[in-house]
């Protein structure tokens, strides 16, 4: 085998920096789940919070194809509560701070919803 | 046969065949336009939503225009190539763009008739929708889904009666004292009055029926005891460009 020293330590090289985003990922701080800013007074969203948070984007589509292709603008949900489907009103009448509740997470996961292209925020505490 | 025959013969008969396909196609088209338009007579029990105004009565009410734009988010943008309109005035001849029938004219003339979308039978915006952010409801509104809106304006072009707008612009810095209520739209989308459809479940009035009192009246066309069907009845009443086949459910009553 010819250059075996220069084949190894390339081979070496290459591995580090193949490898280097897992160590160094070692290095680095954990993810945290930001704290978010819980309506106040209200003890519980339309569904479980674990939904909530996971799927809360899938409701929102449905909410919209319900509302403007259905025309049915009202929600009933597990227990058996009625809502109304509005996400400027509804959503954003209870979690009325979207940089302390919205944006905190949606940075963090570095998505960018485009949800307030159009939707106003909400005039609460800002 | 020789061969030249055989090959005159067959494509004769190729020839033939593209053209039956043809005749039947064009009856086919014939039969759906006959199938769309029939859509503008009443079928009882369900809802079609429109719009009486009665001309009379109507005096120049810049309350009506206010209530539904600030209500909806409308931007207010001074530039008249980009303004951005749900319900305007115009004057008869902008109105029926044909005309009025000859010899009723003379006062009528003067009259200033509200224009909005004419939530059509037959809407021709909805035909070439390429991503069906507009469509038409059940109920017979002409509704738009803004988050499928894609900008491509061929709505606009398609729209006879002009009553779609495009935000060439963000139009944020436009709006009318916030509601917050209503969203807006954004930079790139066309948009259009929905006969309030989002107060309709509420058991409320557009906000122009509202605003107007007693001179629009807004209710189910197809319900013959409406108070709207009432009104209609038996009274001489234009809507915009018939000719064109559209089918509009706004009617100016004369």
């Not at chain 2, 734009?69 to 044909?98: C, R, T």
């Not at chain 2, 066309?221 to 089918?247: V, W, Y």
Request: charged fraction near 20%; include cysteine; proline fraction near 6%.
């Amino acid at each position: 085998m010819y250059n075996v020293k220069a084949i190894l330590t390339g081979l070496l090289v290459f591995m580090a920096i193949f490898t280097s985003p897992f160590w160094l990922n070692q290095l680095g701080v954990d993810y945290k789940r930001p704290a978010l800013a819980m309506p106040v007074g209200e003890k519980e969203c339309l569904a479980p919070t674990d939904y909530m948070r996971g799927e809360h984007m899938r409701l929102l589509n449905e909410w919209r194809d319900l509302a403007l292709r259905q025309g049915e603008r009202l929600y009933t949900d597990a227990r058996g509560r009625t809502w109304e489907i509005n996400l400027q009103n509804t959503c954003q009448g209870c979690h009325n701070d979207r940089a302390a509740f919205c944006d905190a997470c949606h940075v963090s996961n570095s998505v960018s919803p485009y949800c307030w292209n159009c939707h106003l925020e909400a005039k609460g505490k800002s | 046969m020789v061969r030249r025959d055989f090959l005159r013969k067959t494509s004769l008969s190729g020839l033939g065949i593209a053209g039956l396909g043809s005749i039947g196609g064009f009856a086919g088209l014939g039969g759906l336009i006959a199938r769309t338009a029939s859509t503008e007579t009443p079928t009882a029990g369900s809802t079609r939503w429109g719009l009486a105004i009665l001309t009379t009565d109507f005096s120049r009410n810049p309350e009506i225009i206010k209530a539904c734009h600030q209500a909806h988010n409308v931007p207010d943008i001074p530039d008249k190539k980009q303004k951005i309109k749900w319900i305007w005035e115009d004057n008869a001849q902008a109105a029926f763009s044909e005309g009025l029938p000859s010899r009723l004219a003379g006062e009528l003339e003067t009259r200033s008739f509200l224009l909005l979308c004419n939530h059509c039978a037959n809407p021709a915006c909805v035909r070439v929708c390429p991503t069906r952010a507009t469509f038409k409801r059940s109920d017979g509104i002409v509704a738009m889904d803004y988050h499928r809106c894609i900008g491509c304006r061929f709505c606009m072009a398609a729209c006879p009666y002009g009553a779609r707008s495009f935000n060439f612009h963000n139009p944020a810095p436009y709006l009318p004292a916030s509601h917050p209520a209503f969203p807006a739209r954004m930079r790139g989308v066309v948009e259009k009055c929905a006969f309030c459809s989002e107060r309709l479940p509420l058991g409320l009035a557009p906000y122009c029926v509202e605003a107007a009192k007693d001179a629009m009246i807004f209710g189910n066309l197809n319900d013959p005891d409406s108070e709207i069907s009432h009104a209609l009845h038996g009274r001489l009443s234009l809507t915009r460009r018939p000719e064109l086949g559209t089918g509009p459910s706004v009617y100016y009553i004369l």
